[in-house]
């Protein structure tokens, strides 16, 4: 039988030299605390190590995210406080008429830049509640990234309800009727941007909605494609009525940048590359506008639970992949807190639109959605905020 010297074997304690059972020879003693301290020893410094591993990856993955949010395209605005806020006359944008067409061609390629005039800094509107941040993200129509005077798109208002564990999309409708600063009559929403920018957007919304939006994210078409086809695509459900629609618009892209995206062939549940998603969200002919909002909605919720899904890693090699692709005012402190917090709340995403059904009423010439804001204002802030104010 094969002899050895740990403390532990039975070969050692059946050995002559073995104390009686119940009185421990000081050989018993020294060898069972030597190999003890070893034991330790090793174990403690293992621990050590993994430590110094997690501290280390932590640091690291730190800092990586503090030098991808460095990539992001920040834009300064300038803020106010309400009472310091000097307005325009009433009249003095109504030279301005966006019913033409504000579109050109993509031809050098790139994004649009946010537009800021510095005529319109943003109101600095208190939070009402401080569980429950209100972002705005839209698009803009332009469709060259020489075009930074153009139409606001897309609109929504993306809400972190902490308190209520959930991410809340509001879609406002492009053709919502509003009162503008500067326009001596009520116009469209969408059109605010271009009269003044990104601030006064904003104050349109928070005067016209009451609500207390200070931070944006505005991406155009192309980069939104863009960003999808970094997620690996998302999976759409799409109608037999749609596929023709969505085709229209990927021969667009196509003819614009010299691409050959493949178009739609059936209808079903599917996976959509960048430009067919946003092709699908983008249908203007088979349906209305509301629907167009909604399939906007749903490829931003798409968006949303596909990163969400992903792990650490994942979701920041996907961050240093897009940190190019918006512009947005908020700062790296900002952008951590709202990232962290939109991945711990995307489980629950629910939607909502304004104009909701039987709140309001068209206009033929020129088209505009006339809001019944009694009805709509309470609606909204309970949808928000839990309750009507």
């Known amino acids: 039988m094969k002899n050895t010297n740990s403390v532990g074997n039975p070969a050692v304690h059946n050995h002559s030299f073995s104390s009686p059972p119940g009185n421990r020879s000081d050989f018993d003693i020294v060898s069972r605390n030597g190999s003890s301290r070893k034991f330790w020893q090793k174990l403690v410094k293992f621990l050590a190590l993994v430590l ?45 008429n966006l019913e033409g067409d504000t579109q050109s061609s993509w031809a050098e390629g790139g994004h649009t830049q946010v537009y800021v005039n510095p005529d319109f800094p943003i109101k600095n509107v208190a939070q009402k509640d401080k569980n429950i941040e209100n972002i705005l993200v839209f698009g803009v129509d332009s469709r060259g990234s020489h075009e930074v005077v153009c139409r606001a798109d897309a609109i929504m208002i993306v809400s972190l309800d902490r308190n209520n564990k959930m991410i809340k999309i509001t879609s406002l409708m492009r053709d919502c009727t509003v009162n503008i600063e500067g326009r001596s009559k009520p116009d469209k929403l969408g059109h605010s941007y271009a009269y003044g920018g990104v601030g006064l957007l904003i104050n349109t919304i928070n005067d016209n909605f009451g609500l207390d939006i200070n931070r944006f994210v505005m991406l155009d078409f192309h980069s939104s494609s863009r960003i999808i086809d970094a997620l690996g695509g998302v999976e759409i459900d799409v109608k037999s009525n749609e596929v023709k629609y969505a085709n229209i618009v990927i021969k667009e892209h196509n003819h614009l940048f010299g691409e050959d995206v493949p178009y739609l062939t059936h209808e079903g549940y599917q996976t959509l590359s960048g430009t067919q998603a946003i092709g699908w969200a983008r249908i203007r002919y088979s349906d209305s506008d509301f629907v167009r909002t909604s399939r906007q909605r749903t490829v931003a919720s798409a968006l949303m639970k596909k990163v969400s899904a992903m792990d650490t890693l994942g979701q920041l090699a996907i961050m240093e992949e897009l940190a190019g692709m ?43 959605m006339i809001l019944d804001w009694e009805k709509q204002i309470p609606a909204l802030h309970e949808y928000i905020w839990g309750e009507a104010e």
């Not at 501290?55 to 920040?74: C, D, E, P, S, W």
């Not at 908020?330 to 995307?346: C, N, Y």
């Open 52 to 96: 110094v591993a997690v501290i280390g990856f932590g640091t690291g993955v730190f800092v990586y995210f503090y030098r991808i949010l460095g990539n992001v395209n920040y834009v300064y605005t300038p803020y106010v406080q309400p009472e310091k806020y000097e307005p325009l006359d009433l009249g003095e944008l109504d030279s301005l």
């Open 326 to 368: 918006f512009e947005t005012n908020m700062k790296s402190d900002d952008l951590t807190r709202v990232g962290f917090d939109g991945v711990s709340l995307s489980g629950q995403i629910v939607e909502y639109r304004v104009p909701a059904d039987g709140m309001y009423t068209t206009q033929a010439n020129p088209w505009m």
